[in-house]
């Protein structure tokens, strides 16, 4: 078994790898403010030469993701590739690889959907009586998918997580809770995103890369996902399992983390990005 290497700084690994990947939630920022030492790392990252990306499971295209990601101090020059499951979707729109026509758009922002939908010539219906698939972007207060169960509706997901951090140490449902119970319950759901290979072996292609380090707050999606795709692999214990690093060994939180989740050990772990 992959023993995992405790280390202080990316810098210390960083010319191992052909492009370094990042996770955006939990491990750039809080979705309040940038991690303490992130801003800076990656500056000093891209000022020596470094190959870098984000991979994120959001719902929205990649360009929205860039300029979120610059909000928060991350300069767009700075990356070679935004890559996300809404932008995996997108293509496959595009590309005329899904066949369905009217979508129910279940989402969290009043205006979100159809934003996206009118960058895709995407038909979106009110009802879910009358669509032919639902299109999972987001998670409101209050969502159902029985409706679609009984008609047994196809599912596209474009957010594969199912819990994400916050500020605060708060962490909140997304729309992957929704999707695994609907499959779960005999649903068909096609999801976009990690831990799912397709979109770590487009990303590779698209950064013309053979060695790849995948930087992430997950193990379920991150380090899982970059795992089965042959990258190697840097937990941050800041985002979504900050608790159960906040007390104890580090290791033994790990080896217990990765025992209740059945997932691989991460090649490395660091406290955040730095």
């Known amino acids: 078994m ?39 790392t990656l500056r000093q990252l891209n000022i020596s030469g470094h190959c870098l990306a984000v991979l994120s499971n959001s719902g929205k295209r990649a360009s929205s993701n860039a ?27 595009l590309n005329k690889k899904i066949s369905e026509q009217t979508f ?23 009802n879910i009586q009358h669509c032919d698939a639902i299109l999972l972007r987001g998670f409101p207060d209050s969502a159902s998918l029985h409706e679609a169960l009984d008609r047994q509706i196809p599912v596209y997901c474009t957010n594969p997580d199912s819990k994400a951090p ?12 929704l999707a695994f119970d ?18 770590f072996e487009n990303l590779k292609l698209m950064l013309g890369a053979e060695r790849l380090l ?3 707050d997950s193990l379920e999606n991150d380090i899982a996902g970059g795992y089965e795709a042959g990258w190697d692999t840097l937990l941050v214990k800041c985002g979504l399992h900050s608790k159960r690093f906040s007390k104890g060994d580090t290791q033994k939180n790990l080896k217990e983390l990765t025992s209740e989740l059945s997932t691989p050990n991460p090649t490395f772990i660091i406290e955040q990005v730095k």
């Open 2 to 40: 992959l023993v995992t290497r405790e280390i202080n700084s990316i810098i210390e690994i960083a010319s191992d790898y052909d492009a370094i990947v990042f996770d955006q939630w939990g491990v750039l920022h809080d979705g309040a403010k940038p991690y303490s030492f992130a801003v800076q």
């Open 214 to 216: 995948m930087v992430g």
């Open 67 to 93: 300029q979120r990601i610059h909000s928060f101090g991350f300069e767009e020059a700075w990356f070679d590739a935004v890559m996300t499951s809404g932008e995996a979707f997108a293509a496959e729109i």
């Open 182 to 199: 609907y499959e779960e319950k005999g649903g068909r759901v096609t999801f976009y995103g990690k831990p799912h290979r397709p979109i």
């Open 166 to 177: 916050r500020s605060g140490g708060i962490q909140v449902i997304q729309p992957g809770a």
């Open 104 to 126: 129910f758009a279940i989402k969290r922002t009043t205006g979100d959907a159809d934003r996206f939908a009118a960058e895709l010539s995407l038909r979106l219906s009110e």
